[in-house]
């Protein structure tokens, strides 16, 4: 069965750092892309990036609004993808949802509040 | 950036009603890599389509997806109490991958 844990959300502070986890399980982790989203209070979901599967290069993408801050890496032995998290805003606060591949989003974990607040 | 307009943004029907949700492009989706999503209040998204209308892996034959190129429908031929929830499109055709606004559908 198919399992991703996401983990490290949290209270920080504007312009502290962050970095959340997407623990998986149930399928062969290093075989896949790994995609990052997020969800705003309230709001609808966003997608904040992708990093391919080492077979493809291990290249990472990233939206507009995180691009700089975000990055997205991935560790296959230990079956992780990471998003650390930057320069943190207050606009960054939404739940993080990680996911299986990058187009056929058929497994998502449940999700990590972050709360960028002062 | 593709922008997606989901249409109507409130949808409200009965059960055993059917259900036509809209989703516009700005400009074409490339191979028609459309997705629609479900997801009710403190869960994550659920695929329901990819490929505009390819359903996922267990999801009920009432659900289905059409369309392509900017236009594209997602329909639920006879609603069941547990469908009533909020839906998006997302268009991963082309980065930055971009979902539309929402709709939500409510019971009458």
């Known amino acids: 069965e198919v399992q991703l844990v996401e983990s490290g959300g949290g209270l920080v502070q504007p312009g502290r750092s962050l970095r959340l986890s997407c623990t998986a399980s149930g399928f062969t982790f290093g075989d896949y892309a790994m995609s990052w989203f997020r969800q705003a209070p309230g709001k609808g979901l966003e997608w904040v990036g992708f990093i391919r599967s080492k077979a493809y290069g291990g290249t990472t993408e990233y939206a507009a609004s995180v691009k700089g801050r975000f990055t997205i890496s991935r560790d296959d032995s230990k079956s992780i993808a990471y998003l650390q998290m930057n320069s943190l805003k207050t606009e960054d606060t939404a739940v993080y949802y990680c996911s299986k591949g990058r187009l056929v989003l058929d497994y998502w974990g449940q999700g990590t509040l972050v709360t960028v607040s002062s | 950036e593709i922008v997606l307009t989901q249409s109507p943004g409130t949808l409200s029907l009965s059960p055993g009603e059917r259900a036509t949700l809209s989703c516009r492009a700005s400009q074409s989706v490339s191979s028609s890599y459309l997705a629609w999503f479900q997801q009710k209040p403190g869960q994550a998204p659920r695929l329901l389509i990819y490929g505009a209308s390819s359903r996922a892996t267990g999801i009920p034959d009432r659900f289905s997806g059409s369309g392509s190129g900017t236009d594209f429908t997602l329909t639920i031929s006879r609603l069941e109490p547990e469908d009533f929830a909020v839906y998006y499109c997302?268009?991963?055709?082309?980065?930055?991958?971009?979902f539309g606004q929402g709709t939500k559908l409510e019971i009458k």
């Open positions: 997302q268009q991963y055709g082309s980065s930055p991958y971009t």
